[in-house]
């Protein structure tokens, strides 16, 4: 069955209101769906299942014939904080971690980032991504859109990642002595939420691998090979959710 994210504010009561000009279209035109057939509307965690009761130029509205709150989002926040990639990388970065189910993604610039994302040039960016994330928690089943945050520098996010309690961890190919894995199954007290630095093609310098670590990352080898940047933070991200999440844990999919 089709999915939409909707407002919660068009989801109260008996009816629920699709309203987003993409979606009315893609329901109208593409779609070409008639009253009566079936659809599901997501808001504030909750699936609604719709019948819809009429179609018109700038919404559709359907009658709720069920409302479920599956379990269908990780009991984890992860935040992605992904240094920029050259080219149009994180395109897939932002689609893969959609459906890994990240919980946000902050673009970063770092001393080795090749893309510098100035004002007036991230806006477009962000856009994209934006409407990636969305299309892709919708393909997924999700019930939340990660949110893909404002292009930031590595300091910026790793003070905001420590000041929320989050635990930090810095993926850096340098380091021999210490595993993700060892972290991750050494329960560390549960935290609010998880953070994961990963480098650009350049990786991180010696300096921001400091400053990770005075901010309380902890500085943590991926294995013996060294992954892509749009592979490092899909497969620790994987790791994570494998390990302190619900992926390789039963799970309802979407009918
Ligand atoms: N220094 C790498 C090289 O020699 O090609 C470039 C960095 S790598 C392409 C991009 C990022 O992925 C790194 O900054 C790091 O965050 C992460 N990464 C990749 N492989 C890793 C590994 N084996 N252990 C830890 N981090 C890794």
């Known amino acids: 069955m089709n999915r939409f994210f909707v407002d919660p504010s068009d989801a109260q009561g008996d009816l629920v209101r699709i309203a987003d000009p993409g ?12 009253p009566g057939e079936r659809a599901i509307a997501v808001a504030a965690g909750e699936e609604l299942v719709f019948e819809v009761l009429r179609l018109e130029a700038a919404e559709v509205v359907g009658r709720v014939v069920s409302r479920t709150r599956p379990r269908r989002e990780p009991p984890l926040r992860v935040i992605l904080v992904q240094g920029l990639p050259k080219t149009d990388k994180m395109d897939l970065v932002v689609q893969k971690a959609t459906e890994l189910g990240v919980s946000g993604i902050v673009p970063v610039h770092t001393e080795r980032s090749v893309k510098r994302l100035e004002d007036g040039r991230a806006e ?28 930031t520098d590595l300091e910026t996010a790793l003070q905001a990642a420590a000041q929320a309690g989050s635990l930090l961890l810095f993926p850096w190919e340098q380091e021999g ?28 310098s010696p300096a921001e691998a400091e400053l990770a670590q005075r901010a309380g990352a902890w500085r943590v080898s991926l294995g013996p090979r060294i992954l892509r940047t749009e592979t490092a933070g899909l497969a620790a991200l ?11 844990r039963p799970g309802e999919v979407p009918g």
């Open 23 to 34: 979606d009315v279209a893609h329901l109208v035109r593409v779609l070409r769906v008639r």
């Open 124 to 151: 477009p960016k962000l856009r994209r991504w934006r409407r990636i994330a969305r299309e892709s928690a919708r393909q997924s089943g999700r019930l939340a859109i990660p949110d893909v945050r404002e292009v």
């Open 177 to 204: 002595g210490r595993g993700l894995r060892e972290i991750l199954q050494a329960a560390p007290e549960p935290r609010p939420s998880v953070h994961l630095f990963i480098g650009p093609e350049g990786g991180f």
């Open 238 to 248: 994987a790791m994570v959710l494998y390990e302190l999440g619900d992926l390789g």
